[in-house]
């Protein structure tokens, strides 16, 4: 397992634009599978997008095609996700999350390391 931190989330105005940061403590991400994953209260959470160790087999949900891209910049050591166009839908606890096979999933089972989360909060 790795320890993830999350971070550049915050509130903004629908529309706007957010970029959220992972990064990784003790162990390097660079060979790591990445997702982001959201939750909002009460429900279950909701896979956002995923990236593979190599940058390649980008995955995004429906909800956020067109709108989110997952990067990463594994010389920092650093995955990204830029959040534009944000609606009041997006408004949720955002998770890095890391699994060491290195492919990217949408499932959130395939993971076994999470970040604390991030608040992300996009005002109507």
């Known amino acids: 397992q790795v320890k993830l931190v999350e971070s550049g989330g915050g509130l903004v105005q629908a529309g706007g634009s957010l970029r959220l940061s992972c990064t990784a403590s003790?162990?390097?991400?660079?060979?790591?599978?990445v997702g982001w994953f959201r939750q909002v209260p009460g429900l279950e959470r909701e896979f956002v997008a995923a990236?593979?160790?190599?940058?390649?087999?980008?995955q995004y949900a429906d909800s956020v095609k067109g709108r989110f891209t997952i990067s990463r910049d594994n010389a920092k050591d650093m995955v990204y996700l830029q959040m534009n166009s944000l609606k009041s839908e997006d408004t949720a606890v955002y998770y890095c999350a890391a699994e060491p096979w290195g492919l990217g999933s949408s499932i959130a089972q395939t993971y076994d390391s999470w970040g604390q989360g991030i608040q992300v909060t996009v005002s109507s």
């Open positions: 003790e162990r390097a991400l660079s060979n790591y599978g």
């Open positions: 990236i593979k160790w190599s940058g390649t087999n980008i």
